[in-house]
């Protein structure tokens, strides 16, 4: 079964990806790119591809999301599936369900900082990442499918049903980077009681992860190798650095008065609710 592993996008998915697939899919608990790729992203045009849904048709791509997520799903089994999509319920259409999903990792960012991230990460303004935030565009191209992270508020709130089913674990961008032991040590503690099966730490592997897993690691891992997610700059032709500031993004020093009143505005009920005002 899936555990989701959701966020808007620029959030710090890939930090709890890289966590998780090192712990689980190495046998050292050393992190390399080839690790991540243990995690898919939901959707993904190869799947639907492979499943015969024809991917220029977005109504059918849509449709079809548990028939895809059926196709390779398997129950006695973790799964992780990454997604910035929001839990969406289009023209009686759902996103996912319980019968496949065993549960969510939210992870959230403050979204003044997400603003900044966006703007290096898709060579745009801030003014144009702001309204990505407020407007919920949807994200793709003519090489993938279409993602719907909704707005960043819409995207937060609806992965909130999980709770119900107690299935549900938010983890916070700048909880990882202040105390990435007790973030991770959460996650894995919430993974195994969703599974219903004994925790018991291999505090090895777990030391490794968290070694290996240092932003100034991953950076010279991206300078030396490149990382395949990592975007081109379209105006310079250069790849734009992935890891670029991390924990050094502040949008204190970076964003402009105007956008940053936006966003408070209009996320203020959710920034207040998780400490970010």
């Known amino acids: 079964m899936f555990v989701w592993l959701a966020s808007y996008p620029k959030s710090g998915n890939t930090m709890v990806r890289a966590l998780l697939s090192s712990y689980f899919f190495s046998k050292d608990g050393i992190f390399n790119f080839e690790l ?3 995690i898919k992203q939901f959707p993904n ?13 977005e109504k059918e791509v849509i449709k079809n999301y548990l028939k ?16 910035h999509s929001y839990l969406f319920n289009i023209e009686n259409n759902p996103f996912t369900n319980l019968e496949y999903s065993l549960g969510v990792i939210y992870i959230v960012r403050d979204p003044r900082n997400v603003v900044l991230s966006n703007s290096n990460h898709n060579s745009q303004s801030d003014e144009k990442s702001a309204e990505d935030l407020i407007k919920g565009n949807a994200i793709g191209d003519k090489k993938n499918v279409k993602v719907y992270p909704g707005t960043w508020s819409g995207n937060f709130n609806s992965w909130k049903s999980f709770q119900s089913v107690n299935k549900y674990l938010l983890i916070k961008y700048e909880d990882m980077i202040r105390d990435k032991d007790k973030a991770f040590y959460e996650i894995l503690k919430f993974i195994h009681s969703i ?6 730490l291999n505090k090895e592997k777990f030391k490794n992860v968290l070694e290996s897993t240092d932003f100034d690691r991953m950076q010279k891992l991206e300078n030396e190798n490149g990382f395949e997610e990592s975007m081109i700059n379209k105006k310079t032709g250069k790849q734009v ?13 970076s964003l402009s008065t105007n956008i940053k009143n936006k966003i408070e505005k ?4 959710e920034m207040i609710e998780l400490g970010y005002l």
Not at 45 to 57: E, G, P, S, V, Y
Not at 71 to 81: R, T, Y
Not at 266 to 269: A, T
């Open 195 to 200: 599974k219903n099966v004994e925790f018991v």
């Open 241 to 253: 650095k992935f890891f670029n500031l991390g924990k050094k993004t502040n949008w204190k020093n």
């Open 36 to 38: 991540i790729k243990n």
């Open 266 to 269: 209009e996320f203020k009920k």
């Open 68 to 83: 895809v997520q059926e196709s390779f799903n398997i129950k006695n089994s973790i799964q992780f599936l990454k997604t």
């Open 45 to 57: 045009k190869a799947l639907f591809i492979k499943n015969k849904i024809d991917t220029r048709n």
